[in-house]
């Protein structure tokens, strides 16, 4: 039951005389809450929930800023691809070691996080180019995990029977795949059958691969849960109510079990996201992911672990920026699970 | 077949940073020429016994080693890796070894012979005496029959991880085929006849060949030849339980943990010009890693005081740390390794030679040296011959490589220019490890900009020397290192650079196959005088630098050792490669 005290409005809020639409929750039978929406209950809740709030604005910051990447770079007049540490560049900022000359990694008014060790990259557009690729992947892989799951958890879930436990048994057997050692064995294979021989592997190709593997190896969680709320909706009066009344399988699903489902979908969604940033930055840290020049967060980091004793600059910039990155998107994916279903315990 | 430098496994990982002593660093260079420059055949005077003592060395006590590898082989004849042969200089003897005085300068003189080996017949027979005295760990004698055993072991099949020279000279045929000469070796009866290898007595040997082998005595040396005793072989299980004639013989042997070396009460250090033998006892404990044994041994307490490590080098990451640390200064050896790295150009791909010229001038050999730890952990190299090879020459640098590290990508272009092969497609495989993702971006951009379309394929490191040893890859360029077996070019040149060795899993990967290149190693082969051998090999790689352009010399391998400030007679040693365990003494 939602606390009175919750779910109180704040007064703000203008009210609709929409239709209550078929909801499984009981929460709107309070007088207080007749007349709203279950989405603008949610953003209700979510206003008033300030960590929420203030990591929705960090990681806005950060989408806008991997968008940006490009313009940024150019305002700064830099690339993330010029190595200075080369005959074409600036080799006199190096010292023989390959390290940067200045102290704290080469920070200075022209670089101001520094420059990259032996490659001889500029840090600071090297790490907006990271978070664009990380995230520019991680939400390909997040949609694409999402909609697999959702479609076989819902087939599952609703179906039941032998689909279910086919389902089910294949979501064991991909769960059971060890997504590096996956990765390890298939990059070779990819590049075998797509690339000549005497032609080196598009990045393209290489982010296609890695956006597959990982979305082919990912979407497990989310259509367990979605089996498992599906299960439990199948038996719900307002789907028999639906079946009585003659509706097709795929309306049902779409129409009175997809609108239920969204909670858990943006919510384990939310939490998929920052999980999938983490496990492509693991791939490249090991080496299978991406390679050099691309830039990318793993590999930044699996840089800075080498020279994190002589460098550390070079492990503040991205470490910082993953920190906050994660932390922001996971306190954002607890309040949006606050806010759609306050019921939830924490 | 020959010391091919396992991918990265030997090799400083990371970076490092700080100050370059500069002074050090050319010291180490001196030293190493002085000792290379030629290393002389000791006569009978030079080889007996005892060695020169160690100055202040003290008698006794136990030192602790410290080793990442377990070794996989203690049978003579299956070691030739660089670990097991810093182990086999303390409990095998061979007919010949090296001998080092105070200053680092090696000789060549007899082991268990009197002598370094008497040539006749224009270096095609050669004839050793065994010493008087000499016994096995049990303490029969050592006798020309079981020198004769040793050699004739080599020819069975299960002896198939050490070096095969002297089998292949012995039979005069290439590869493999000498196992046809004697294919159970000794175990049925059947001997090598004394037309090719003869004893007339207990202490005479003579080995004869078809062509003059001027190098016999330094292959002699290698710890794969030396001695097996016939009484006690036990084939394939020799290899876990040998018969040791050496200083020390092992106590207890725990694969993968530990071994424990013992005085061997049998060995007389009269007969002995080259081990001098101080500690009791040596605790080997194997499994640790790099970083661990650099971090205990420069926190140099309790334990650790009287501790050493045989090959384990200072971990890349904290050469920064070491150089700001006096105290911990005074307690390193460092010195070249034997590998040379090169780029080597596909021949059989890349035809045009000013293509190869226009790789040459752009490719920038600085980043490889930087993703190998910089100037202490590799030096930069204008020829194919290592400091630590006899005919080394400094200076040679073609392609002014010394002078620009980073390459000169507008000289390239122009070269690539006049030839009007602008844009020439050039597919690179490199080794997919931490090093190599560093240093291959740079020199594709640079290569990029000389006007080549790059194409950077990586090659796991697993199977990196098989994928390039394919003869028809489908690579332009790759990178190689090699290291000799002996401080003698005549195991660079001809292994590298003969075409008629080319074949899958040969060690010419540029297949270099140039018909005057062919016809001079033939010829250089036989020269008996070392000197005049080693100015020709270097005149040999010179002429496959400067004028075929299918290699281009990139680093010489270097590295950096530590010990316990109560280990004393530490001495870093060129042959093998890491300090010498025959002069560690432990301060009381």
Not at chain 2, 66 to 79: E, F, K, T, V
Request: net charge negative; with cysteine.
């Amino acid at each position: 039951m939602t606390s009175p005290s919750e779910a109180a409005p704040t007064g703000s809020e203008p009210t609709t005389l929409e239709p209550v639409k078929a909801e499984g929750g009981d929460g709107q039978g309070t007088a207080d809450h007749i007349g709203k929406s279950p989405g603008q209950l949610m953003w209700q809740r979510f206003k008033r929930d300030r960590a929420g709030v203030i990591s929705a604005y960090v990681v806005g910051f950060f989408v806008l800023i991997a968008i940006c990447a490009p313009l940024i770079s150019k305002l700064y007049g830099k690339s993330p691809y010029t190595l200075y540490n080369s005959a074409t560049g600036k080799p006199e900022l190096f010292d023989p070691l390959g390290y940067p000359v200045k102290p704290n990694g080469g920070i200075s008014g022209e670089f101001w996080f520094g420059l990259e060790p032996i490659l001889g990259r500029d840090v600071f557009t090297l790490l907006i180019y990271s978070i664009r690729t990380s995230l520019a992947i991680a939400v390909a892989v997040t949609i694409l995990t999402v909609g697999i799951g959702v479609l076989l958890g819902v087939a599952a879930g609703f179906t039941g029977g032998r689909t279910d436990t086919l389902i089910g048994r294949f979501t064991d057997l991909m769960l059971a795949f060890p997504s590096q050692l996956f990765f390890v064995a298939f990059m070779p294979v990819i590049t075998t059958i797509f690339v000549a021989p005497e032609d080196a592997t598009p990045t393209w190709l290489r982010v296609a691969v890695l956006i597959g593997v990982l979305a082919a190896l990912g979407w497990m969680r989310m259509a367990r849960i979605v089996r498992g709320v599906a299960l439990a909706m199948r038996e719900r009066e307002f789907v028999e109510a639906a079946k009585v009344s003659g509706a097709s399988n795929w309306r049902i699903i779409r129409k009175e079990m997809l609108p239920n489902l969204v909670t858990p979908i943006l919510v384990q969604g939310t939490f998929e996201l920052p999980l999938v940033v983490t496990s492509a930055a693991g791939l490249s840290f090991l080496g299978v992911g991406l390679v050099n020049p691309t830039p990318d967060w793993g590999l930044m980091f699996s840089r800075a672990a080498d020279v994190s004793e002589t460098v550390p600059t070079f492990m503040f910039f991205p470490g910082i920026a993953m920190v906050i990155f994660v932390v922001a998107f996971n306190l954002l994916g607890d309040s949006v699970r606050d806010a759609f279903d306050p019921k939830a315990a924490r | 077949m020959a010391a091919v430098l396992a991918a990265g496994a030997l090799v400083l990982s990371g970076c490092s940073s700080g100050s370059e002593d500069t002074d050090s660093a050319q010291d180490e260079k001196d030293k190493a020429q002085k000792q290379q420059a030629q290393i002389p055949f000791g006569d009978a005077e030079a080889s007996t016994g005892p060695a020169a003592e160690v100055k202040g060395a003290q008698e006794g006590g136990t030192i602790n080693v410290m080793q990442r590898d377990s070794y996989a082989h203690l049978d003579p004849g299956q070691i030739y890796v660089s670990d097991e042969g810093s182990l086999s200089r303390l409990i095998h003897r061979g007919l010949t070894g090296y001998k080092s005085d105070a200053q680092g300068k090696q000789t060549l003189v007899g082991d268990l012979a009197t002598d370094s080996g008497k040539p006749s017949d224009g270096g095609r027979t050669w004839t050793y005496t065994l010493k008087d005295n000499i016994k096995w760990a049990d303490g029969t004698d050592i006798t020309s029959k079981d020198v004769r055993h040793t050699f004739e072991r080599q020819f069975a099949e299960f002896i198939n991880d050490g070096p095969v020279f002297i089998q292949q000279w012995l039979a005069n045929t290439p590869g493999t085929e000498y196992r046809e000469m004697l294919p159970e070796g000794p175990y049925d009866g059947d001997h090598l006849p004394d037309s090719v290898l003869a004893t007339p007595d207990d202490k005479t040997i003579v080995f004869k060949f078809k062509d003059p082998k001027p190098d016999l005595p330094y292959a002699l040396a290698m710890p794969g030849y030396s001695m097996v005793s016939e009484a006690k072989d036990t084939k394939e299980k020799y290899d876990k339980d040998p018969m040791t004639a050496g200083p020390y013989k092992i106590e207890s042997f725990k694969t993968g943990k530990s071994m424990t070396l013992v005085r061997n009460e049998h060995w007389d250090p009269a007969t002995d010009a080259t081990r001098n033998a101080y500690p009791d006892k040596y605790e080997i404990t194997f499994n640790i890693q790099y970083e661990t044994s650099t971090e205990r041994l420069m926190a140099d307490q309790g334990a650790n005081k009287n501790s050493v490590s045989f090959n384990n080098q200072v971990d890349a990451a904290t050469v920064p740390k070491l150089n700001e640390d006096p105290e911990a200064q005074k307690r390193k050896a460092a010195g070249y390794q034997p590998y040379v790295s090169q780029m080597a150009i596909n021949m059989d791909r890349v035809k045009n030679k000013k293509v190869r010229e226009a790789i040459a001038y752009a490719l920038p050999i600085q980043p490889y040296q930087q993703a190998y730890g910089g100037p202490q952990g590799m030096e930069l190299a204008g020829g194919l011959i290592s400091p630590t090879v006899s005919g080394y020459e400094d200076g040679f640098d073609p392609f002014g490589k010394l002078e620009n590290p980073l390459g000169e990508p507008a000289k390239a272009k122009k070269i690539l220019e006049d030839a009007g092969e602008v844009g020439y497609k050039l597919t690179w495989g490199y080794i997919n490890t931490p090093e190599g993702q560093n240093y291959s971006p740079t020199m594709e951009d640079t290569l990029e900009e000389a006007g080549f379309d790059v194409q950077r394929k990586e090659i796991s490191a697993e199977t990196y020397y098989d994928e390039i040893g394919l003869v028809d890859n489908k690579f332009d360029m790759y990178v190689s290192a090699w290291g000799a077996d002996w401080p003698s070019a005549s195991t660079v040149v001809p292994p590298l650079y003969d075409g008629r060795q080319i074949q899958d899993g040969s060690s010419n990967y540029s297949h270099t196959n140039d018909d005057f290149l062919n016809k001079e190693i033939d010829r250089v082969q036989k020269i008996t005088d070392p000197a005049k051998a080693a100015k020709e090999w270097n005149k040999l790689s010179q002429y496959v630098v400067k004028d075929l352009v299918s290699n281009i010399p990139m680093t010489y391998y270097k590295q950096i050792q530590l010990h316990g400030s109560n280990i004393g007679g530490v001495q870093y040693d060129d042959v093998i490669g890491a300090l010498d365990p025959r002069k560690l003494y432990l301060k009381q």
